[in-house]
Nanobody, 122 residues
Framework: QVQLVESGGGLVQAGDSLRLSCAASGRAFSRYVMGWFRQAPGKEREFVGCIRWSSGSTFNADSVKGRFTISRDNTKNTVYLQMNSLKPEDTAVYYC???????????????WGQGTQVSVSS
């Protein structure tokens, strides 16, 4: 099992930036893909992007391309989600998750963090 702890959420204004962190520990997490998802009230969990820990290769959803960037710091066992030009529609609880492959379905990920709230005011 991989343990994941997100942090960095908060309340910001439209156009601001925010960086979320996901600290990983546990069983061979460096062999996994780390995904970021978000869930707004009343909506299904939505894929944001993913990063392969070993190579650093990333893939982002079309809805956030050009605004969000995923990276990782191997020395800190931490994955980051840099969010720029935030919009009110980005308001959601953001989760990181560990899985075998970069897939867009939440069911393809095995371990999840507790989530961190991001609220963007207009």
């Amino acid at each position: 099992q991989v343990q994941l702890v997100e942090s960095g959420g908060g309340l910001v204004q439209a156009g601001d930036s925010l960086r979320l962190s996901c600290a990983a520990s546990g069983r061979a997490f460096s062999r996994y893909v780390m995904g970021w998802f978000r869930q707004a009230p009343g909506k299904e969990r939505e894929f944001v992007g993913c990063i392969r820990w070993s190579s650093g290769s990333t893939f982002n959803a079309d809805s956030v391309k050009g605004r969000f960037t995923i990276s990782r710091d191997n020395t800190k066992n931490t994955v980051y989600l840099q969010m720029n030009s935030l919009k009110p529609e980005d308001t959601a609880v953001y989760y990181c998750a560990a899985g075998q492959y970069c897939r867009t379905y939440s069911s393809d990920y095995d371990d999840w963090g507790q989530g961190t709230q991001v609220s963007v005011s207009s």
